[in-house]
């Protein structure tokens, strides 16, 4: 089993992943969009839940492209299109971009551009993961100006290890995970 290549800011944590990736309609065949996939763990653990998934995995980090084409390649992800640039600027620019099915947000620079420009492209189900509360408010906000906030839910994990041969709990960072949805998708 390979191991998951780590880089700065990620992975995001795998509970967190489970929970975002179950507030998505992820079927076979599907378009998904990883903004700001920083490892691509996000779009490693989508392609184990939905077969032959056509993965667009944009950061704007060099060194996150690098980490994730190499996580993509051991973990036998294939259909993947990477693209290095600010996520805003590159769906924008590109004309030839389809469907949209799913867009998890993991990188939340620019979040309204980002938000504006997925919805314009017409992307059916968006997952925002923050954890700044004033970007889970612009983010709650802007999705209620175009129509398509679902839901926001917090999450807190506490993750046990070991001491003195028993068990302690220690919480990690708080995610606020914001989701949105195409009304008559
Ligand atoms: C918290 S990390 C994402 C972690 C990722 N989900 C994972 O599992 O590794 C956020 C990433 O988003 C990228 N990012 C933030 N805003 C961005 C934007 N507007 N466009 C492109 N990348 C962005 C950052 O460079 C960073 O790599």
Redesign the pocket.
């Known amino acids: 089993m390979s191991e998951l290549l780590h880089?700065s800011?990620?992975?995001?944590k795998p509970e967190v992943?489970a929970i975002s990736l179950s507030k998505m309609e992820l079927k076979d065949g599907i378009t998904f969009y990883?903004?700001?996939?920083?490892?691509?763990?996000?779009s490693i653990e989508a392609s184990k839940i939905a077969r032959g998934l056509k993965v667009v995995a944009?950061?704007?980090?060099e060194k996150?492209i690098d980490v994730a084409r190499q996580n993509f390649k051991n973990f036998g992800v294939d259909d993947v299109t990477l693209i290095s640039?600010?996520?805003?600027e590159?769906i924008d620019r590109n004309a030839d971009i389809g469907t949209i099915d799913c867009a998890?947000v993991?990188?939340?620079?620019?979040?309204s551009s980002?938000l504006d420009v997925l919805y314009k492209k017409k992307a059916r189900n968006i997952v925002v993961?923050a954890v700044r509360i004033e970007t889970v408010v612009n983010v709650i906000n802007k999705m209620k100006e175009l129509g398509i906030f679902s839901e926001v839910v917090h999450v807190t994990i506490t993750r046990g290890y070991e001491l003195t041969g028993e068990t302690m709990f220690k919480p990690e960072n708080p995610v606020y995970i914001v989701v949105g949805k195409l009304q008559d998708a």
């Open positions: 880089i800011g990620g992975p995001t992943i990883d903004v700001g996939c920083g490892t691509g763990a996000v944009i950061d704007a980090r996150a640039g600010e996520s805003s590159s998890f993991g990188g939340t620079k620019n979040i980002v993961n």
